[in-house]
């Protein structure tokens, strides 16, 4: 019998309600004939709330602890989701990340999946059951539990999806699949049918977030099938497969797929840095030391044996980095750093560019004509970001998402 | 260096600044030199609210997932707890049930523990943790989460103290320890120094809550010495220990340990019930089929070759058990049975009576004095109750109480 495996986000679960109307779904799923594993988030705002519990108590919380605390959350939405599809007759059994098999290492908070021993999984289809597994969470090699991080679930579920060979891994959202651009942002944003990994991680790794980049990852690596779907409606939503493997809305790929804006980022400049070999390792080894993720990085041509070295990290991050960067100033011999907040990085990520020369002369012209100054620029072989003035950045959105002819014929309906 | 196991039930975690306090207290034991394993409930009223949301979703919640639900209220409470304790600078790590090797039976809801693998937490322990486990849980035989039934964490407390032999097992409560009396019913009630495990069951069993009877039992079977003390204060509360343990506070046992009040019980009573032998073995199999648990059971001589049947049951098993009674009557051949659920049973315990004649004369004494009618009576070796009128209650145990000498010198202060 084939499998299914179902992923099911924190805003489907969010009350007693939503819970039941997803044991609906899946007990019609279950009595199509499919085997059904379905991947949870906690309800609502239920991590959030752990979490400010949490720093009410220790601003900075021991990691292990942390972790103990907020799979609490996972398992109160598998068990109440257990027990509504039990009360429609249909058997169906929790499990936490552990009991599952999800074995992971032991960084706490953003702990990476090492292997799967679905074992017990297996054993419990095949007893007839709706398995239902704790998104977000595993057991780590030392015995402790452990969290994959924000949108784990995601990993979770594509995982899953990959250790039991399931026909496919269903994400359901609360919206009705990847969108050319933020529908919030640009009304005349259409969903995509399919898309490749590739440009699906572009685009989450560009700002989209309507699935974890490590997830795509993930399933890219292992070939998993994935489809991203509303949980509020029965219509096909975007299928995110290899750009050979067959999907039943088989049609042609577009030349572009979308226009991401990514806003939670800040941009670092170091000026006058010295020219010299070594320096960009020196001042990015001691980013990483702090575990701080940079993304784009410029450095601009040397004038009289110096450099301006621009690079953006998240904004969240900013606090925890100034210290390293009184450090490195000094170290290197640079004057001084500045710290810009005001900015926000738009991308256009499309797999047919890679066959198209002038998309990026397109896309700055686009963002030219509404008189918007390019800060920033990086490109992929599918993908060109430019960081912008944050109040430029959704008038480019919209600009960018009208020159490559993404818009719909007319305004989505709110939902 | 010496184990000392504390239990902190739900008022004492309530909220981050309970959670604090109790850190406090943890770290002052740890800095004085001993070992600390802490138990821990879930935090105020969040088991109830979890039941609420399960029975929103069901109104007979699937059992295996209802306890993997409930179990989380420990878990969110446990990682709380050890972080406050981190955030002294002192090593603290929780550990679910199942963690902490604690192994049950496979009855959801009511799981009795059938063996305790302490090897993990000796390990913590050595690794100079301390120690903070999940009370309520447990891991099934059959590797599913289970829970030990309502006040289970004073159970996980006094099993983990005898499996690493403890030194003591303290049970912190919103209370002082245990009483003579409730001291909402009696202002006068005074706080006893020492009682057998005997008489501390009897107490439990006669509707004292501030233990569980089956932790009791535990500690009798173990030797585990428990001190029940308030989590407010510093003053040293009751000791529940053998008859011939000694305690730092080494004075003999009184004659009388106290008085209980248990008003959550129903009379039924079978009227006219042939008198032959296997007519009460009938009846009371069938009652027990419907696992509901008959407390005391009063039959009058026979009158004419018939008898009246009465025996109490929780109220709130009442409605459970009267289609077996419909069932039963027909079987026997009696005309009618009648439910009365304006009753409550007083009773009084003490190790004393066994050798001093005459108490029970003097406790129905004291009851007649005040015009009180006593409806049923059960004794065993150290205790003697009797069912009253539910309003007369209340003026039974005073009574009871001054006869005995049990008030103290002025009426305690609210705490």
Same mark, same amino acid.
């Given at each position: 019998m084939s499998i299914i495996v179902q992923k099911y986000g924190g805003t489907s679960v969010a009350d007693a309600d939503r819970i039941r109307a997803v044991a609906d779904r899946i007990v019609r799923y279950r009595e199509n004939g499919h085997d059904v594993v379905v991947v949870v988030s906690a309800m609502g705002d239920t991590t959030d709330d752990l979490l400010m519990l949490a720093q009410e108590i220790? =601003?900075? $919380?021991e990691p292990r602890e942390l972790d103990m605390l907020l799979t609490a959350g996972e398992r109160i939405a598998m068990s109440l989701l257990a027990i509504a599809v039990n009360a429609r007759g249909c058997r169906a059994a929790s499990y936490t990340g552990s009991q599952a098999g999800i074995i992971t290492d032991?960084?706490? @908070?953003?702990a990476k999946i !090492?292997?799967? &021993? $679905?074992k017990r999984i297996r054993e419990s289809l095949e007893a007839g059951n709706v398995v239902i597994v704790a998104g977000f969470q595993g057991l780590s090699t030392n015995y402790d539990i452990t969290t994959l991080g924000r949108g784990g679930s995601d990993t979770t579920a594509v995982a899953m999806a990959a250790a039991l060979g399931a026909e496919v891994c269903e994400i359901y959202t609360d919206v009705d699949g990847v969108f050319t651009a933020d529908p919030r942002v640009v009304r005349t944003a259409r969903r995509i049918d399919r898309i490749s990994y590739e440009e699906m991680l572009e685009l989450a790794a560009a @700002?989209?977030? !309507?699935?974890q980049s490590r997830s795509v990852e993930y399933a890219r690596r292992t070939g998993v099938r994935v489809h991203v779907r509303s949980s509020f409606t029965d219509e096909p939503g975007t299928w995110v497969v290899g750009e050979e493997q067959d999907v039943e809305v088989g049609m042609e790929a577009a030349l572009i797929s979308g226009v991401a804006l990514d806003d939670t980022e800040a941009k670092v400049t170091l000026e006058? !840095? =010295?020219? &010299? =070999? @070594?320096v960009a390792a020196t001042i990015f080894k001691a980013v990483a030391a702090e575990a701080v993720n940079v993304d784009m990085i410029v450095q601009n041509v040397s004038h009289q044996g110096t450099t301006d070295l621009s690079f953006t990290i998240p904004r969240d991050e900013v606090p925890r980095v100034e210290s390293v960067l009184e450090r490195i100033v000094k170290e290197i011999g640079a004057p001084r750093y500045t710290v810009d907040e005001q900015i926000a990085k738009v991308s256009l990520v499309g797999a047919g560019m890679k066959s198209h020369p002038g998309v990026a002369a397109d896309m700055f012209e686009a963002l030219s004509e509404q008189g918007i100054n390019i800060e920033m620029i990086s490109t992929s072989a599918i993908r060109i970001s430019c960081v912008v003035r944050a109040g430029d950045a959704e008038r480019a959105v919209r600009a960018i998402h009208t020159r490559f002819g993404l818009d719909g014929e007319a305004p989505r309906a709110e939902g």
């Open positions: 220790s =601003p900075v $919380p032991t960084r706490h @908070g953003q !090492v292997e799967i &021993r $679905p @700002g989209a977030k !309507v699935l006058q !840095v =010295p020219d &010299r =070999p @070594g």
